[in-house]
């Protein structure tokens, strides 16, 4: 679309029954957790509402050697606006962590990843994937989409701090 947020809300791509032969299974996008669980109701549709910054995300990244990566989040299940309150609540549930990682790892075999190179939106899903996974995958932080910052500066950092 003409505008930064057009067709943010379009999931009609994952109709398309040859979807991970388009989408990159070795880059990775990875948020902490999803902030409204209860308001999704499609697949996928996190990360492609009309509000909030995750429109960044496509701005910053189109045209790169990234652009078709995987989005998730290394929390499922788990509805945290505030990620403050998701990481104390990991901090005193290790075991739900724990478990929370193996079915991110299942999910990267289910995508059939092949050393994947994990992108972290931010501090947190990145102290998270490092505290975990270290030692398993290439894990690279980037700012997260809701900083305050326009689209183009977020581009910029992006582009620095991923060499494209």
Known sequence: GKLPKS??????MFENTNILKIVNPNVIFVGL??????????????????????????????NSPYWGG????VIKDFAEKASNQMMHYLRNNR???????????????DLESDNPL???FGNDSYSVLKR???????IKKVPHYSTYMSKEKYRKEIKDIMNF
Do not use: C, W
């Open 118 to 120: 994990l992108i972290a």
């Open 132 to 138: 975990n996974l270290q030692n398993e995958f290439n």
């Open 7 to 12: 067709n943010m809300s379009d999931l009609s």
């Open 33 to 62: 957790n999803i902030s409204k669980l209860g308001q999704l109701n499609r697949p996928f549709e996190n990360f492609h509402g009309p509000l909030g910054g995750a429109y960044k995300i496509r701005f910053a990244f189109k």
């Open 70 to 73: 995987y989005m998730t989040d």
């Open 95 to 109: 075991d739900f962590e724990k478990e929370n990682i193996v079915t991110f790892k299942q999910e990267l075999t």
